[in-house]
């Protein structure tokens, strides 16, 4: 059974720190392609970052890049989401999910394209 589990979250004061795990169980994160999703109260679910599984090219939405980082640990079976200078506007639930590779030059970075979901973790900056 294909299950994602994020943890991570918390409060933290504007220009903090949190790094969010995923952690994958029954299937290898590396067969998969893994993005990270966030929805604040009121707003829809937007993508954080998404990747190809060709070369592992990542994208960041625009309003994170230079301040989030993706990155994985294959022997924990692992992906995490490093979140440095944090703002109030990130506060919302932050959600991995999961699906087939497809192509593997293709960005997938929409919620319907995705299969499998963790519960989220909620992370709240404070101002």
């Known amino acids: 059974e294909v299950q994602l589990v994020e943890s991570g979250g918390g409060v933290v004061q504007a220009g903090g720190s949190l790094r969010l795990s995923c952690a994958a169980s029954?299937?290898?994160?590396?067969?998969?392609?893994i993005a990270w999703f966030r929805q604040a109260p009121g707003k829809e679910r937007e993508v954080v970052s998404c990747?190809?599984?060709?070369?592992?090219?990542?994208l960041y939405t625009d309003s994170v890049k230079g301040r989030f980082t993706l990155s994985s640990d294959d022997a924990k079976n692992t992906v995490y989401l490093q979140m440095s200078s944090l703002k109030p506007e990130d506060t919302a639930v932050y959600y991995c999910?999961?699906?087939?590779?497809?192509?593997?030059?293709?960005?997938?970075?929409?919620?319907?394209?995705?299969?499998?979901w963790g519960q989220g973790t909620q992370v709240t900056v404070s101002s």
């Open positions: 999910a999961a699906r087939g590779i497809g192509d593997y030059y293709t960005h997938y970075c929409f919620p319907y394209e995705y299969d499998y």
């Open positions: 990747i190809t599984s060709s070369d592992g090219n990542t």
């Open positions: 029954g299937f290898t994160v590396d067969d998969y392609t």
